[in-house]
């Protein structure tokens, strides 16, 4: 039976430099599950596989896409079926990697579908939301849709804004929509994550966030600053220098932020995952136990 092995863990554990080995010894391109690395005006601040990397095993889904682009988990998820499909042809055993939680759910469960919005429609709402803030839309949501009011992080702008934008748009309740069910594919799927303690992986993001910086970070967010409202910009690493920018924060104030930010969605990313009881978890030193599932795996599969 063909097998997806799915590489994952938090963000700065060392997804990358192991996937390049990975993928070599499957004989795989690099399938990425990162919803920020898609884009190809954010090298440096999505930790983007080196030019190097990059020559040295085909990738897919790494700056693919332009921040100007409509992009979302449900596209991602026709895309990257497709394209593992075709590949499967050809091939029993790929890699897909990254930490994006939304994206690797997207390709292992399945999303539920959701209705396309009209751009009228979107631009409606956030011409409300920019004009009169989230309390009116809060209040439609909770006419339109109660149960996803009751649950919803009302903090979480987006996917209010969401939400609303499906109930004009099809008239029922954005939880109408939500089955989780989770969707059959035609492959295994293996999932191995990385897993560092905490104060190490802690280290590490402050360590890249230095280097981010010492590379060009500032010159990167600078040249984007025009474009900071797409959605794409909402971003640990740019929002944080957009507020320096704009006199809210000192550079150092805003460095500190975007360590300390990473290190927040590090731990929801490590929160989420843990949940999975299907992941095999490894310290990325230990490449030989990672290699010796792999084979298991595949023996297991033939």
């Known amino acids: ?38 884009y190809k005006e954010l090298p440096i601040g999505t930790a983007m596989p080196t030019p190097e990397q990059l020559a040295s095993v085909k990738h897919y889904f790494v700056a693919s896409h332009s921040i100007s682009d409509y992009y979302s988990a449900s596209l991602y998820e026709d895309e990257a079926i497709g394209l593992i499909s075709q590949l499967h042809v050809s091939r029993s055993h790929l890699l897909l990697c990254g930490g994006s939680m939304m994206y690797i759910d ?17 631009s409606s709402l956030w011409e409300q939301f920019n004009n009169h803030g989230l309390s009116p ?23 209010v804004i969401h939400a609303v934008e499906i109930c004009r748009m099809t008239g029922r309740p954005y939880s109408s929509f939500r089955t989780q069910s989770v969707k059959q594919r035609p492959f295994r799927i293996c999932k191995i994550g990385l897993t560092r303690e905490r104060s190490d992986l802690f280290n590490r993001i402050n360590r890249r966030v230095d280097a981010m910086i010492d590379d060009g970070l500032i010159a990167e967010a600078e040249h984007l600053y025009p474009m900071r409202n797409l959605n794409a910009l909402n971003t640990v690493g740019y929002k944080e220098l957009f507020a320096h920018f704009d006199g809210v924060f000192s550079l150092e104030e805003a460095v500190e932020k975007i360590k300390t930010n ?23 030193d230990n490449e030989d136990d990672i290699f010796n599932y792999i084979e298991y795996v595949k023996e297991r599969a033939e």
Request: aromatic share 8%; glycine share 4%.
């Open 137 to 159: 839309i809060l209040e439609e949501l909770s006419i339109s849709d109660p149960i996803h009011y009751a649950e919803v992080d009302r903090k979480n702008y987006r996917r």
């Open 262 to 284: 990473t290190r927040v969605y590090a731990r929801k990313q490590m929160t989420w995952f843990k949940r999975d009881k299907d992941i095999a978890w490894f310290h990325p």
């Open 1 to 38: 039976m063909n097998v997806l092995f799915v590489l994952l863990g938090a963000t700065g554990v060392g997804k990358t430099a192991l996937s390049i080995e990975i993928a070599k010894h499957l004989v795989s391109p690099v399938i990425s599950a990162d919803s920020r690395q898609i």
């Open 106 to 122: 997207a390709v292992c469960k399945g999303i539920d579908d959701m209705p396309t919005v009209t751009p009228e429609i979107r």
